[in-house]
């Protein structure tokens, strides 16, 4: 099963410019977290959000988290080649006995 | 940081025979480590929940007699694809959960994942 949906599902932009993927997910959360994947291979951690937080930074990366919309998006500022890659969200549901599940995905390519 | 490592990183095999992919976590004890399969250009489904000592809980629609799973130590996780076939064949990733960060956020650390692939 999955707990959420990402938009868009891709996204291509050029070198430099800011990236902003969000995340819509279905039930209550202690945390979200966002990964990246390069293609076939494994999950990189990118940043994890409490549901009590509202905003986190992280190098050029920052996620805010809604749990009124129960959504959260993530931006990519300044993105560079190296970037391109799928960001997926993933939530910590409080009635799931912890387990994690992922959202669709986004794919991002970025144009040099 | 904490380290996840699975075991092959790749495998090929043919139609019929069963494959086990390891799973541990080198660094810390996890009572409780999940199996997902991803196949191309999609997301990460949760197959299972694999707890040490006990029986595995499986996702809907995971035949657990297909995907057996053993946790037998605090450190290690098993994962065999009894009767592969090629619709089998899929990027499996799992992950363990930390018991040292008592009172949460229980952050979940993922192995490099292994590409099966059944001919």
């Known amino acids: 099963s999955q707990q959420g949906e990402e938009d868009p599902q891709a996204l291509s932009i050029q070198e430099g410019e800011n990236a902003t993927m969000n995340c819509s997910y279905k039930?209550?959360?202690?945390?979200l977290q966002w990964y990246r994947q390069n293609s076939g291979r494994g999950l990189v951690h990118l940043i994890l959000i409490r549901s009590n937080e509202r905003e986190k930074h992280s190098g050029r990366l920052r996620v805010t988290l809604d749990t009124s919309k129960k959504s959260s998006s993530l931006l990519i500022t300044a993105s560079r080649a190296a970037d391109t890659a799928s960001y997926f969200c993933a939530t910590d549901a409080r009635r799931s006995a912890s387990k994690i599940i992922f959202g669709s995905g986004t794919r991002l390519s970025i144009r040099p | 940081g904490a380290v996840v490592s699975q075991h092959p990183s790749w495998v090929i095999c043919k139609s019929g025979t069963s494959v086990k992919i390891e799973c541990r976590s080198l660094?810390?004890?996890?009572?409780?480590m999940f199996w997902y399969r991803q196949f191309p250009k999609q997301s990460l489904m949760l197959m299972a929940t694999s707890n040490e000592g006990s029986k595995a809980t499986y996702e809907q629609g995971v035949e657990k007699d297909k995907f057996l799973i053993n946790h037998a130590s605090l450190t290690l996780s098993t994962l065999t694809v009894t009767s592969a076939h090629p619709e089998d064949s899929s990027f499996y990733i799992c992950?363990?959960?930390?018991?040292?960060?008592?009172?949460?956020?229980?952050?979940?650390?993922f192995g490099p994942g292994t590409r099966l692939t059944v001919t």
């Open positions: 660094d810390f004890q996890a009572t409780t």
């Open positions: 992950s363990a959960r930390d018991l040292g960060l008592a009172g949460g956020p229980y952050e979940q650390y």
């Open positions: 039930t209550s959360i202690n945390n």
